[in-house]
């Protein structure tokens, strides 16, 4: 076994030497992907698809890596990433190189292998698809998830209808049965509908199986010709559905190690007529088992306990089996290895018995093969059956018994023997005595060699000489000549080998190595002679079938030789294309059982027994071109009639006529390397080659010299062209050129129009401007005027401002003078005031001592009260003064805001008043002064009449002490300032605080008092100046 790793190789070889898969397991090649990362792992494949034609496959892993894997030409391409795992594949649609992938994300694209580019992209599903099925024209496909399924139109890509169910019942599978117009429905409650695909009629419903055998369906599988259901899921029986009857008609047991069916499908066979018989059955266990449904016999088995498949698929001609195994990796499998038990020919039907030599013949050493079989006795007695034995003596010596034993335990007398009671080979085991009787070697090493050697030069252009439609039959066919060319030279010069050859590879496409030993085999021994003559016809071998022609026929013979007709024209056709021109296929594989079985003088005598049985129509025949139309077509023959008159031409013709005494024996192909082949005059042909060398090489000079020439003759047509065209651009340009010359002119006298009414509007603008302009000019000069005359009364209210500042500011000054020497003063007077208390106080101290208790308490009573009133009366006068100075104060205010009003009507008139009024307040404050001088100089000297007055009290105080209390009641009375200084000093200490603090609260109050007046000068003042700026004001 073989095992190959991807890695990170885009493409490559599958294998690389020829696999040969072990009969046990039947394994072609283990494939595998595995990273080369730093820690290396492998990338497990998901899903596997076959393409039509079974020979490609294309294999999903579960990083959306899609290779595909040609099995033909053994290569292996990676044709898209697609980036997540991918749950679904298809590779059969109608376009042969594109594929549908269903995706992680619920999606479906359709990808092309050889562009390597999204064709489309389908959406559609909310659940992972599982199943895609491909109609079997390609042009429709169904997807199938769990929850629904669509179908889609491959042409354009969209889709036509959608199944949608309930959830309760869900889908298991959705598919098209083969070769037909129906769709199978298959639901998780066991119910299968079927469907018409272009209307999606319901066609029927298969009734609900037995309830002694009722299963679960899990997986299904139908037969090539869609007769035939097979469903299974979680037990080990299997049902089978006739679905022509509708019914369920048997029901298969597996062995007690299944229990349950993961996946069913039917192995085809070429020879079945697509009523499959074989069902590979995928079980629990990993294990896939393959059984005869007929039968019931199991067959084979792939996969094992330890290595166990999770998924597998057939491909559609049944040779080979993808399966993945749960490791990942991906097995193919050779289903021919795997039955090659199985496809064992029968046993003959008719037994011998052999006897010795009549020297040797005893009846002791008699050995006898007795069996019971069937004989046919002729063509018109097949339906006859008949048990019977035969007895024969064997007249001849053992070496031809062992002459006529074939491989694979077959003998050529008995196949004869068959052939003559059938007419031909069985259909299903035609290939396999064909390998018999030819004995073929099957040289795998050597045809590689040839294979490797690539394509042969005399056949590069063999689809320009050969237009055949399938690509894959021209490359089997090419591969085969090139084969043939490198195996002997004389091949590559003979014009009607692809003829020869066609019909072979036709019939052998899909195994090259047998098809290439079929024609090497038929050239050794049925074309012996042919090359002789080269490169003419084998004029030997013509000679012959014209005579035996002349011997059997003479008349038609000389209808040939009036009508110019040669053995060119009636042989060599039949022969060159070995009757593939003048027969059907199935004419012509019952032709060539019996030529392969036979002498191969066979062939030869076949061509004269075509011309014999066709002697009417040929006959008639008077043209040249009638006999080639007749040699190169088909034409109303029974081929059993040709083939009995070839064996009754091969039994009459005499012996010096017959080919077989000119034609050796059959020889098979030698094992391990393939013959030398030189039969053909090798002068010629290496005339020829060096000819066709030289000729080759003159016709590259040749070529070259052609494509030199024509280089030059395309850069003369160019550069004739580029002239040509220039010209052409500069006639265009001229004519472009007087046409715009042409518009100029009339653009210009257009412009000169339009110039001229452009002056007269400009004058008439100009004049309008002029006429505006002035206007703003007197507009602006009167603002201008209006501005400066604002200004200049902006600049008098300043200035008034400034004067009324100034002034204020002298009067604050002068008034902050005069308040500081009143207060030095009053601190003088205070001063003295407080000696003259202390004076007192001491007096009274010493006048206390001597005055009694009694009349000093009394005295001390009259005096605080007389005292009291006096300072109450104090306090009343200074009230009363202070709301004179308070009421004076409100009065300035008030003539200060009525004359700043009447300032913003005539300022010079309130000028003038204010000089007025100043002038008056300086007068009534020099008249104040005078008046304080006054009293301060009469408070000064009534303090001294005081002081002295205390001092002679206080001398004669003892003596006179009444008259001294009436003294002082007259003075009281009559200078009451002198008795309120005298009762000052006898004041209690609150009084004096009282009064002290009354004198700071005056001297704070004033300059507060001073402040106020100024925030209310400012602020008349703003307002005046905010009505000074109003239109209208300044208009009044």
């Known amino acids: 076994m073989q095992s190959t790793d991807l890695g990170n190789k885009e493409s490559g070889k599958i294998w690389h030497r020829k696999p040969s898969p072990a009969t046990r397991d039947g394994i072609i090649v283990n494939i595998i992907h595995s990273t080369s990362d730093y820690h290396p792992k492998v990338l497990r494949f998901l899903n596997v698809a076959f393409d039509g034609t079974g020979d490609c496959l294309i294999a999903g892993d579960h990083q959306g890596n899609i290779y595909v894997f040609d099995l033909c030409g053994n290569r292996f391409n990676l044709v898209q990433r697609t980036a997540q795992a991918c749950t679904a594949l298809a590779f059969n649609l109608r376009r042969k190189s594109e594929f549908l992938v269903a995706l992680a994300d619920y999606s479906i694209k359709c990808f092309d292998t050889v562009t390597k580019e999204l064709v489309s992209w389908m959406r559609g599903h909310e659940s992972s698809v599982f199943s895609i099925s491909v109609h079997a024209s390609g042009k429709y496909a169904i997807t199938t998830s769990s929850d629904t399924a669509q179908l889609w139109d491959l042409d354009t890509f969209q889709r036509k209808r959608k199944l949608n169910i309930r959830q309760s019942v869900g889908i298991q599978k959705v598919f098209f049965l083969p070769l037909s117009n129906t769709i199978l429905s298959c639901f998780k409650d066991n119910s299968i509908f079927a469907w018409e695909c272009d209307t999606l009629f319901c066609k029927y419903q298969l009734p609900a199986p037995p309830e002694s055998s009722s299963i679960l369906y899990k997986v299904f599988a139908v037969t090539r010709d869609g007769r035939i259901l097979a469903a299974g899921g979680k037990s080990n029986h299997l049902h089978l559905w006739c679905l022509e009857a509708r019914q369920l008609f048997r029901i298969i047991q597996m062995p007690t190690k299944v229990r349950a069916i993961r996946h069913l499908e039917f192995l085809p066979d070429s020879f079945d007529a697509g009523s499959n018989q074989v069902l590979g059955v995928l079980s629990q266990d990993g294990i896939m088992r393959f059984i005869n449904t007929q039968t019931c016999k199991l067959l084979f088995e792939i996969g094992s306990l330890d290595e166990g498949i999770s998924s597998s698929v057939i491909s559609p001609h049944g040779r080979y089996i993808a399966s993945i195994l749960e490791n990942g990796s991906l097995n193919i499998y050779s289903v021919q290895t795997l039955t090659k038990e199985i496809n064992k020919p029968p046993p003959p039907l008719v037994k011998v018995i052999e006897d010795l030599p009549k020297n040797k013949l005893s009846s002791s050493d008699l050995k006898m093969k007795v069996t019971s079989g069937r004989v046919q006795q002729s063509a018109k007695s097949r339906e006859s059956k008949i048990q019977t034995r035969i007895l024969k003596q064997d007249l001849t010596s053992n070496f031809e018994s062992k002459k006529n034993e074939l491989p694979d335990g077959l003998n050529k007398k008995r196949l004869q023997i068959l052939l003559k009671g059938y007419g031909e080979y069985p259909t299903k085991y035609r290939m396999f005595i064909w390998r018999s009787l030819l004995q073929l070697p099957e040289n795998h090493t050597a045809f590689s060699s040839l294979i490797d050697k690539g394509t042969h030069v005399a056949f590069l252009n063999l689809q320009k000489k050969y237009p055949i439609k399938s690509r894959k039959l021209l490359r089997v066919l090419q591969r085969t000549l090139s084969a043939l060319a490198h195996w002997s030279v004389i091949f590559s010069d003979t014009p009607y080998l692809p003829l020869l050859a066609f019909p072979f590879v036709k019939l052998f496409q899909n195994n090259q190595l047998i098809c290439f030993e079929v024609i ?517």
């Open 520 to 1036: 090497a085999t038929l050239i050794m021994n049925w074309c012996q002679h042919w090359f002789e003559y080269f490169p003419n016809p084998p004029i030997n071998i013509l000679s012959m079938i014209e005579n035996v022609l002349a011997f059997h026929d003479k008349e038609l013979l000389q209808h040939f030789i009036d009508h110019d007709i040669t053995s060119q024209l009636y042989a060599w056709p039949l022969l060159e294309t070995v009757f593939s021109e003048v027969l059907t296929r199935e004419e012509w594989l019952k032709l060539f059982d019996n030529i392969f079985s036979n002498h191969p003088s066979f062939l030869l005598m076949t061509v004269v027994a075509y011309n014999i049985c066709s002697r009417a129509p040929l006959l008639n025949c008077n043209l040249k071109d009638d006999f080639e139309f007749f040699f190169h077509h088909r034409n109303n023959l029974d081929i059993n009639v040709v083939i009995r008159q070839v064996y009754h031409l091969m039994e009459t013709t005499p012996t010096a006529i017959h080919p077989d005494s000119m034609l050796h024996v059959f020889v098979a192909l030698t094992k391990g390397q393939y013959p030398v082949f030189n039969q053909y005059p090798k002068f010629i042909v290496d005339y020829q080659t060096q000819e066709r060398e030289r000729i080759r090489n003159d016709e590259l000079d040749y070529l070259r010299e052609r494509q030199t020439v024509e280089d030059m003759q395309a850069e003369v047509d160019q550069q004739r062209v580029e002239d040509e065209a220039w010209y052409q651009k500069q006639e265009l340009l001229r004519k472009a050129e007087e046409t715009r010359r042409e518009m100029l002119l009339q653009e210009e006298e257009k412009m000169i129009q339009q110039r001229q009414r452009l002056a007269a509007v400009k004058r008439e603008l100009k004049i309008k401007e002029m006429h505006l302009q002035d206007a703003v000019r007197r507009r602006f000069l009167k603002l201008q005027q209006d501005q400066r005359e604002m200004e200049l009364r902006r600049l008098d209210d300043e200035i008034g401002r400034k004067n009324l500042t100034q002034n204020q500011e002298a009067v604050a000054k002068e008034m902050r003078a005069d308040a500081d020497a009143y207060r030095r003063k009053v601190d003088l007077e205070e001063h003295m005031f407080h000696k003259l208390i202390e004076a007192g106080e001491m007096q009274s101290q010493k006048t206390q001592k001597v005055m009694e208790e009694n009349l000093a308490k009394a005295e001390q009573a009259c005096l605080n009260t007389d005292w009291k009133i006096q300072s109450l009366h104090k306090q009343n006068c200074d009230d009363l003064q202070r709301n004179k100075c308070y009421q004076e104060v409100a009065k300035l205010l008030r003539e200060n805001r009525r004359k700043e009003i009447e300032l913003l009507n005539a300022m010079v008139e309130e000028e003038a008043k204010k000089r007025k009024e100043a002038e008056g307040k300086e007068f009534d404050l020099r008249s104040a002064k005078k008046a304080s001088a006054l009293s301060d100089a009469s408070r000064k000297c009534f303090l001294k009449q005081e002081i002295n007055a205390a001092i002679e009290h206080a001398d004669h105080l003892c003596h006179k002490e009444k008259s001294r209390f009436q003294n002082e009641q007259e003075d009281s009375s009559c200078l009451p300032r002198t008795s309120q200084l005298n009762d000052t000093s006898e004041m209690d200490p609150s009084t004096q605080i009282s009064l002290n603090r009354r004198a700071v609260e005056w001297d704070t109050s004033g300059p507060n008092l001073i402040k106020k007046v100024r925030n209310l000068r400012q602020r008349l003042t703003a307002q005046a100046r905010h009505r000074c700026q109003t239109p209208h004001l300044l208009a009044t």
